[in-house]
Structure formats: C-alpha cells, structure tokens
C-alpha cells in the first residue's frame, strides 16, 4: 500500500514538474514576443511624431493660403515618408515573431487598420498641396492617421502579462498621447496665428486640449519609474515650455479674436511648441529604450529560471504564490464580485488602468467602427457635390469656381468644409428661389 501511494505521489510530482516546465517556456515566449513589440513601438513612436510636425506645417501652408512653411512641409514630409518605410519592414519581421500572440486578433486588426490609413496618406499630401482643404479638414485628416498608429501602441500595452512590463508601456503610452495632443494643440493654434486671429470655436479647442494634456501627464507621472519623473520635471523647466504658456495665453485671450497677437508670428509659434514637443520625445525616446531593456532583463531572468529548473530533481516541484490584495471598495461589485490585484498591482494601479482602458475604448472598441468612419468620408463627400453642384446651377460658376467659393467660405468662417456645404443645401430652396425670380 505504502509502495503504491509513494509511486502515485513520484507520478504526480513528475506531471506537476512537466506542467510548470511548460509555463516557464509559455512565458519566454511571451517576453519575446514583448520584445518585438518593443521594437515596434519605437518606430510607431517614431513615425508619429514626425507626422505629427508634418500636420503642424500643412496647418500653417493651408492657414497662409500656401504662402508659408511649403520648403518646411516638404522636408518634414520627407522625413516622414522615410520613416514609415522602417515602420513597413519593422511590421514584416514583427509578423514573422508574433507567433500566436495574446489578443492577436485585435492587434493585427490595429496594424492593418494602421496601414490602409497610411495609404492614404499621399491622397492627402496632394490635397494639401493644391489647398484643397482648410486648416481644420487637415488637422482631422493626419489625426485620424496618428490615432489609428496609437491604436496599435494601445493594443501592445493591453497585451503585456508582466506587471512591470505593463506599468511601463502603460506609462509610455500615455507620454506619447500626451504628446499627441500637443501635436494637434500646435497645429491648431498655428492655423489662428496663421490667419491672424482666433474665434470661440478654436478657443474651446485649445482649452480641451490643453486638459487633455494635462490628463495624459497625470496618469503618466502615476505609472512612470522616479527616473522617468524626474526627467519629466526636467523637461517642465524648460524656457520653452513657459513661452508656449505665455503664447497659449494670447491665444485664448479676448483680443485675439480681434486679431491682437501680442506679434506673435505663425513661425514663433510653430518654433516654441516644437521645441517644448521635442522635449517630450525626449521622454518618450528614454521610456522607450527602457523599455526594451526591461524586455530583455525579463527574457534572461525567464530563460535562467527554466535552466535552473531543468537543473533540479526530477521530482521536484516549485511553489507557486500569488499575492492577493483586497479589493478596491470602488471598484468592488462592479461584475458581481471583488476585484484583486495579482503579481504586486496595487488597487490605485488597477483603478489607473481601467482609467487608461476606459479613456479610450470608444475609440477602440470594434473594427466595424472604421467602415462606419469611411462610410462617412463618402457621405461627406456626396454632400460636398451636391453643394457644389447648387452653386454651379444657380450662380453659373464651374466646378473650381464653386469649390473655391465653398473652401473661402469656410476659412473665412473657420469651419470645416463639410459644414458649409451642409450650409448651402440648407438653402437651396432660396437660392433656386432666387434664380426663379431673377430669371
């Protein structure tokens, strides 16, 4: 009896063993395949920001009715297209190493939605350079492209198993959608000091962006290393970063809407929040290169752990611990039961990242909402037409002509040419009305 139950015991030791051996290779796998991400988040970060001066400079060609910034547009678009040429192969060796990723559905959604919008992008560039769009069409159209670029930097951070390897992609992430906000605060008030002055639309603008900032840092400085903070501080002290705040304020002043800037020319502008947003690629480059070490710090802890392991006594079988903490009284209930934090995430962790996923999963939540966007790109277009085509019938004007008016209209009024043409169909009547009468 004695010798059964010591071979059932040597038995079920030997499949507890094979068990956790098999565990410790599920998680090298999945530390390389974070290392590949890594990769690929520093060069998605890379093409980001340099989209994101190229959005600035097309604001301000457009703004100046191409009289400014088109030598500057052309090398930032340069810079840009090269660099999502590394971003293209990058994503060729990431599929090659991506092998049954966790939640890879969704992240290779994110990455072919990410490059059907860049396709897109040479359709853009030549809009921008016939002046085809005003300021604000364009700022949409280039945020539209970034925001499906840092989708697929989200769905990397929502993918992370390991608790440190989270709060530091979690940290990343929102530095560079901080930085993001920036980008498209810089192009939006470049389009203001481009024409001169700023109304009560660009105004709310610039304040919601501004907040939006402000939230991204927050949650950043929550999960950042103190190394990371620091540097951040750092950067906050910059005579950059004070001017832009001395700019903001004459922006979003009374008598800008009057055309009072204080003298404070498109290229200044431009200038000061380039270099305070340079500051934050600084950051941003630091989390990243650090996070590609942490990588590979956790591949060689992961591949020393299985060594010693396949080291040790056939039999012999390691503790296996999780730490659970009590469950956030706020959060707690929320799906019927408690909520614990495993591996050393603390309550205050969990609420920031269910924070992170709830900012942003709206604009994440289901591909369908992409063909729902192009679907209204189409419509927006048929729209555009119509207008056009009630001006040509009733103000005898050709095509050209009546775009123009339409694209005038709009820059005059600082609306997006989608409003105003959704303007003018709101009149046909009187103006068909009119015709009649005059005829």
Not at 298 to 325: N, T, Y
Request: hydrophobic fraction near 45%; charged fraction near 25%.
């Amino acid at each position: 009896m004695g010798t059964e139950r010591e071979t059932r015991g040597k038995g079920t030791g030997a499949a507890a063993a094979r068990f956790l051996r098999a565990a410790k290779l599920c998680r090298i796998r999945d530390v390389e395949q974070l290392l590949a991400v890594s990769a690929l988040v520093r060069d998605l970060s890379a093409l980001i920001h340099a989209l994101q001066k190229e959005r600035g400079a097309s604001s301000i060609y457009l703004g100046s009715n191409g009289s400014r910034f088109g030598e500057d547009r052309a090398r930032l678009q340069a810079d840009a297209k090269a660099l999502e040429a590394v971003l293209r192969s990058r994503l060729g060796l990431v599929d090659e190493q991506l092998d049954r990723l966790s939640s890879g559905a969704q992240f290779y959604s994110r990455v072919a939605i990410a490059l059907h919008a860049l396709d897109g992008l040479p359709a853009l560039r030549d809009q921008v350079s016939s002046l085809a769009l005003v300021p604000q069409d364009s700022v949409k159209a280039f945020t539209d492209v970034v925001g499906h670029l840092l989708s697929v930097v989200f769905e990397a951070a929502d993918i992370a198993a390991d608790p440190a390897i989270s709060r530091a992609l979690v940290a990343l992430f929102n530095m560079v959608q901080g930085k993001e906000f920036a980008g498209q605060e810089r192009a939006t008030a470049s389009a203001g000091f481009s024409r001169g002055r700023f109304d009560g639309v660009e105004h709310g603008r610039l304040a919601h962006l501004i907040d939006a900032q402000n939230r991204a840092f927050r949650i950043f400085a929550e999960f950042a290393d103190p190394a990371h903070a620091a540097v951040f501080h750092t950067v906050l002290a910059d005579p950059a970063v004070a001017e832009v705040e001395r700019m903001r304020t004459v922006a979003l002043g009374a008598d800008a809407r009057h055309g009072e800037l204080s003298g404070i020319t498109p290229e200044a502008w431009f200038e000061q929040a380039t270099r305070r947003i340079e500051l934050l690629k600084t950051v941003e480059d630091r989390l990243t290169e650090d996070l590609r070490r942490l990588c590979e710090v956790k591949l060689a802890q992961a591949r020393a752990d299985l060594e010693q392991a396949d080291g040790s006594a056939p039999d012999a079988v390691m503790p296996v611990a999780m730490l659970l903490v009590d469950a956030d009284p706020a959060l707690a209930g929320q799906d019927g039961g408690g909520l614990y934090a495993p591996d050393g995430l603390r309550p205050k962790l969990m609420r920031s990242v269910l924070d992170v996923m709830q900012a942003q999963s709206q604009r994440l939540r289901d591909v369908s909402l992409e063909l729902e966007t192009a679907k209204a790109a189409l419509n927006e277009r048929k729209v555009i037409d119509r207008a056009k085509g009630l001006l040509m019938s009733t103000r005898n004007l050709s095509e050209e002509e009546a775009y123009k008016l339409i694209r005038k209209t709009a820059m005059n009024q600082n609306k997006r040419i989608i409003e105003v043409a959704e303007a003018i169909l709101s009149m046909s009547d009187i103006l068909r009305g009119v015709t009649a009468g005059g005829g």
